[in-house]
């Protein structure tokens, strides 16, 4: 929402909004002379033209029933997002159950390297373009959520598909309908690009396939890991170019990196400025983030919050870990913990020092069967934990220097690790 109120702006729109509590986006749109109001006030759409809302705004918020009443156009940001990319040349969409924030990302500097003429629409921040870059008309590169099914809005000329895993269930009345919806977006496009390892790619003959396998159109030879930073060759049609090498942590990163290529690839580009387009790309705040050191110990935060996510982020940092690994996971959502039980049991029984940290809900009320204390129940190996301090505590008490804390969630565990870090009790 955030990075539409900014592109907006850049339209010469009048635009103002509001949030139930300050972030680090709200401070951002108020940098940028976006004023944020903290609350719903149904006063505030009086005068407003229309009104944008996301897919977790309830029907009874009193804005958006005030802009109803007062017959005011109300738009989805979904809505929105499909008529703000009706003004670029090339619109290329990036779905999947994960990676689409690093992978759109990723595509934006490789675009950009390979066109100077991209803007980007990212669903986090990242450490070069925000979540916002306008540099350009001829390529719009954006995330396509599958929440409530807001990616069919969108018409992309390049539709890129990185996975189909299972997740918004709540959503979707099964994974069946989950998965025709991940097909219906692809077909909206009339070019798409598909992980090659992805069920998905039998049913999309004609598309662009990706992946590790040399079977892929476009694949990586000879992968390596150097302190868990991969690099490869990379290959096109079975040929062999550019060895690329990524700055950023993770094997699951290759694979952005190769969606990234295809689409280059697509449009024609040659490997030279694929590969510099990817070395140029930093990285994404979240994102397996380095964010410092407590009492010796090397604390990281990760977005991750879907099962597999969370195995992606654990490996690459049991690759970088010298000595032992604490993983402190907070679900995100009671309906995702809920419908994905029995793969989060998986993932996470086979740690040794985890913690769970408390439900972060998102836009959803209290569900004790999907709640992180039912979770850590049913976790012999976990410690359950709520608060600050008592992290605090534990984590004064465990931690040794060369061990590695890894803070995993989409919710406010992140801020969790901030204040551990403020808080430090020795020099380091």
Not at 137 to 149: D, L, M, R, S
Not at 189 to 214: N, R, S, Y
């Amino acid at each position: 929402m955030s990075a539409l109120a900014l592109y907006l702006k850049s339209r010469k729109f009048v635009v103002e909004g509001s949030d139930t509590a300050p972030g680090e986006f709200t401070a951002k749109l108020e940098r940028e002379g976006i004023p944020v109001f903290i609350g719903h006030d149904g006063s505030r759409v009086e005068k407003a033209d229309a009104v944008i809302v996301s897919s977790a705004v309830a029907e009874s918020d009193p804005e958006l029933t005030a802009a109803r009443r007062l017959g005011k156009p109300v738009y989805g940001r979904a809505e929105l997002l499909a008529w703000a990319a009706q003004g670029f040349e090339n619109v290329v969409g990036v779905a999947g159950c994960h990676g689409k924030t690093t992978a759109t990302a990723m595509c934006a500097h490789v675009l950009q390297a390979c066109s100077g003429s991209c803007t980007a629409h990212i669903g986090g921040s990242d450490l070069d373009y925000g979540n916002f870059f306008a540099g350009g008309n001829k390529f719009f590169v954006t995330e396509a959520c599958e929440y409530k099914g807001n990616f069919l809005h969108l018409h992309p000329d390049l539709a890129v598909v990185l996975n189909t895993d299972k997740d918004h269930l709540e959503c979707y009345e099964s994974e069946e309908q989950l998965f025709s919806a991940y097909l219906e977006f692809a077909g909206n496009a009339p070019a798409a690009a598909v992980c090659g390892e992805d069920k998905l790619a039998p049913h999309l003959p004609f598309a662009l396939t990706f992946g590790i396998g040399a079977e892929n159109d476009i694949s990586a030879s000879n992968v390596r890991s150097c302190g868990g930073r991969y690099s490869f060759a990379l290959r096109i049609f079975g040929k062999t170019y550019e060895r690329v090498r990524l700055n950023v942590y993770g094997r699951h990163n290759v694979y952005n990196a190769l969606a990234a290529a295809a689409v280059a690839q697509y449009y024609g580009y040659p490997a030279s400025f694929i590969a510099e387009g990817l070395r140029a790309f930093r990285g994404v705040r979240r994102r397996f983030e380095r964010m410092g050191k407590y009492r010796g110990a090397e604390i990281i935060a990760d977005y991750a919050h879907h099962p597999n996510e969370i195995a992606a982020a654990v490996r690459t940092a049991e690759e970088i870990c010298k000595g032992k690994l604490f993983v402190v996971f907070q679900p995100h959502t009671y309906s995702r913990t809920r419908l994905l039980f029995g793969e989060f049991l998986r993932v996470l029984l086979p740690l040794e020092n985890l913690v769970i940290y408390k439900t972060f809900p998102a836009r959803e009320y209290y569900d004790e069967a999907g709640s992180a204390l039912t979770l850590s129940r049913s976790l012999p190996n976990a410690l359950y934990i709520e608060s600050v301090r008592e992290m605090e505590i534990y984590l004064r008490c465990s931690l040794s220097a060369g061990d590695t804390v890894l803070f995993l969630g989409a919710g406010d565990i992140y801020h969790v690790a901030e204040q551990i870090l403020m808080r430090r009790a020795s020099p380091q």
